[in-house]
């Protein structure tokens, strides 16, 4: 009976964790093997450890979660053509990976290489929403929260931060491949629920971007999200034409589309006709000469 109530206690514990977003998975058409790790959860002189090490307090939902969990992963694959495609991946970092982005140079580095501080300048860059970007130097603390498969990275940001102070505040953004910032969320809660509802979908957070996620992730964002999907058009995509393949067959198929057969011309017929009749009646009046 003790090991039948924590096995409940335990499936409980997930379901809340996950929203009950496991169950929704389940039921949707060509989903399968849904996988939720389940994690210890962290120790609180860890997250003590944590701040006292980065000079960085944790905001207390992200601090309620890791002492519920260290750590977030919860996976799954869809059914193509009978064969299993790994397709959703939702990740958070426990403690001990929330590392900070910039970190310090390595031994093994060359003296004089380029590090991620030398992409700022003195000038702020102000977003369209009015938000001033993070910065790779000592202006703001960085901790990556989700590698996001190799496709970006989200990020824990600490602006406006001061040397030997403790900093409090903070947001969470999305680092792409060429390293610009996109605003998601003020707080981690919201980023909680933001990658819990796009189902971890592949390159969803590049929807907060300009230029939006790859033509292939907007289709199985169309399949498997298709009431909340929304994707801004992209500065190549101008059009805002919905992410499916058009198919325009007079174009497409000209050169193989079936020529019509020619009309046989009216007098033509006429002319051999009349050819016909005069042959014969030329025959008759020979015959009756004969």
């Not at 958070?92 to 590392?99: D, K």
């Not at 998601?184 to 819990?196: C, V």
């Not at 805002?240 to 193989?256: E, I």
Request: one cysteine or more; a negative charge.
């Amino acid at each position: 009976m003790e090991e039948t109530k924590e096995g409940l206690t335990c499936k409980g514990v997930a379901e809340r964790l996950t929203l009950g977003i496991t169950r929704v998975l389940e039921s949707m058409p060509g989903v399968m093997d849904v996988r939720f790790v389940e994690r210890e959860p962290a120790e609180k002189r860890c997250l003590l450890s944590w701040e006292q090490k980065n000079t960085c307090v944790l905001p207390e939902d992200l601090r309620d979660f890791y002492l519920t969990t260290d750590g977030f992963t919860l996976t799954w694959s869809a059914k193509l053509e009978n064969e299993s495609v790994p397709l959703g991946c939702m990740v958070l970092n426990g403690v001990a990976n929330l590392r900070p982005l910039c970190q310090s140079s390595s031994v093994f580095s060359l003296p004089n290489a380029p590090s991620l501080a030398d992409l700022d300048w003195d000038e702020e860059q102000v977003e369209e929403c009015g938000l001033v970007e993070p910065h790779f130097d000592s202006r703001s603390r960085i901790f990556e929260l989700d590698p996001c498969s190799g496709n970006g990275k989200v990020c824990l940001v600490y602006k406006d931060c001061t040397e030997g102070v403790v900093a409090q505040k903070c947001e969470v953004w999305f680092l792409d491949r060429s390293l610009y910032w996109h605003y998601l969320t003020p707080s981690f809660t919201a980023y909680y629920r933001l990658m819990i509802t796009n189902l971890g979908l592949p390159e969803w957070q590049n929807a907060f971007t300009p230029y939006g996620p790859s033509p292939q992730a907007k289709q199985w964002a169309s399949l498997y999200q298709p009431l909340s999907f929304h994707c801004e058009p992209s500065m190549a995509d101008l059009t805002g034409d919905p992410p499916v393949n058009k198919l325009d067959p007079s174009k497409a198929f000209r050169g193989k589309a079936k020529l019509p057969a020619p009309k046989k011309k009216q007098s033509a017929q006429g002319g051999v006709g009349g050819t016909a009749k005069g042959q014969g009646s030329s025959g008759r009046h020979s015959g009756g000469r004969r």
